[in-house]
């Protein structure tokens, strides 16, 4: 099969990347699992915030707000996100780090509200009182519907004649000419352009295609899910964590989702929850407020990609001619993906960046793999 863009990962990442690239070409994408989304991207708080340290990931959250609030005509049936609002509390000492929060959230046009300790109360109730002095509040927080926002771009990727296939393991790449080949078992795929989307494994799938990596590591979270708490109405809880970010209690569907929210260096393949952090995670939460956590109802582990920067990269290299790469998101991949999908698109048409990206000043420089700061693998 030859096409016009290859794109290997099917995780949020490629499917964004498949939405915009097919309304200009032809695209496949691969994906080795049985289904899309499997991996970091099906394991999400779902959460939509602009208050991320990195610069450039802000900028590209921000970017995204746009699409996610109103999406095109046709992608989806029913709202992506939906009011949730986020609250981060600091005890004395820490105001410091809340200010920083404060300020980077006002740097891109979002709104957040400086409270005292009482405010903060009335936002969040299950907090202990004479442990929260003061806190931040983004009233523009979301919940994102993830399975809408993948589902979208999927179909309508697909609509634009996207082939995508499912149970393909990559078995090797290989520049001949002006094309790379992909041989999928007794198959082949063969594009002038091909996109590393692979999340955990992008610089695995680099290596394959005999280049250097990026320096891609994977961190792995662990997150649970527990009881209701008696004597509160939690449907209008805000999603909270505390500034240094030993915790984060989230309300879901009958339930609360609670998090260390760890980040832990480990190597690619299916992650699992950790016992111990799972403790750490309840004895902060439990120290922190008049929640009583209990047997978790259920738990599990997802992956983070980053590189050393803590931004995202969208862009090629001088020695990667037609190769590019979407990478290194740190578990912002659903909330950037708007964003991430439409400059990449735009980088390999060769274009200036869209207006949305460019009005938050952002350039193609500060995504490219060969920025300063990066250090690239052997």
């Known amino acids: 099969m030859q096409v016009d863009v290859i794109i ?17 070409g032809s695209v496949a994408v691969i994906e080795r699992e049985e289904h899309f989304s499997y991996h970091s991207s099906g394991r999400t708080a779902a959460q939509f915030t602009v208050g991320i340290s990195a610069a450039t990931m802000r900028k590209m959250a921000q970017a995204s707000r746009a699409f ?15 009011p949730r609002g986020c609250l981060t509390v600091a005890q004395a000492g820490q105001e410091a780090a809340l200010i920083r929060l404060r300020d980077n959230l006002h740097s891109v046009g979002a709104r957040a509200e400086y409270l005292g300790g009482r405010a903060a109360l009335a936002h969040f109730p299950a907090l202990v009182a004479d442990k929260v002095d003061a806190g931040v509040y983004e009233p523009d927080a979301m919940d994102i519907d993830v399975n809408a926002l993948l589902q979208g771009y999927l179909r309508g990727a697909k609509g634009n004649g996207a082939s995508l296939l499912t149970n393909a393991d990559v078995q090797s790449i290989c520049r001949e ?10 198959r082949e795929l063969r594009a002038p352009l091909l996109l590393n989307a692979a999340g955990a494994w992008i610089d695995e799938v680099t290596r394959l295609a005999g280049l250097g990596a990026l320096g891609v590591v994977p961190h792995r979270r662990t997150a649970f899910t527990f ?6 109405d939690t449907h209008d809880w805000p999603h909270v964590s505390n500034v240094g970010y030993g915790w984060y209690v989230k309300p879901e569907t009958g339930c609360l989702m609670g998090s260390l929210a760890d980040a832990v260096p480990t190597e690619p393949g299916d992650v699992y929850p950790d016992d111990m952090d799972v403790a750490q995670a309840i004895e902060n939460i439990e120290q922190d407020t008049l929640l009583r956590v209990g047997r978790p109802l259920s738990q599990w582990a997802g992956l983070r ?21 979407l990478a290194g998101q740190g578990g912002c991949g659903i909330l950037t993906s708007p964003a ?15 207006a949305n990206l460019s009005a938050l000043g952002l350039i193609a420089a500060d995504l490219s793999p060969m920025r300063d700061g990066l250090q690239r693998a052997a």
């Not at 009881?227 to 509160?232: N, S, V």
């Open 8 to 24: 290997i990962g099917g995780g949020i990442a490629g499917a964004s990347a498949a939405y915009f690239l097919s309304a200009h």
């Open 68 to 82: 996610l609030e109103t999406p095109p005509e046709g992608f989806t049936d029913h709202p992506i996100m939906t």
């Open 177 to 186: 000419g002006e094309f790379w080949s992909v041989r999928l078992g007794d």
């Open 227 to 232: 009881a209701l708490q008696p004597g509160f």
């Open 305 to 325: 990609s980053f590189v050393a920067d803590k931004n995202p990269v969208a862009g090629t290299r001088p020695d990667a001619p037609g190769f590019y790469w």
């Open 340 to 354: 991430m999908g439409q400059a990449i698109a735009a980088i390999m048409a060769g274009s200036s960046l869209p």
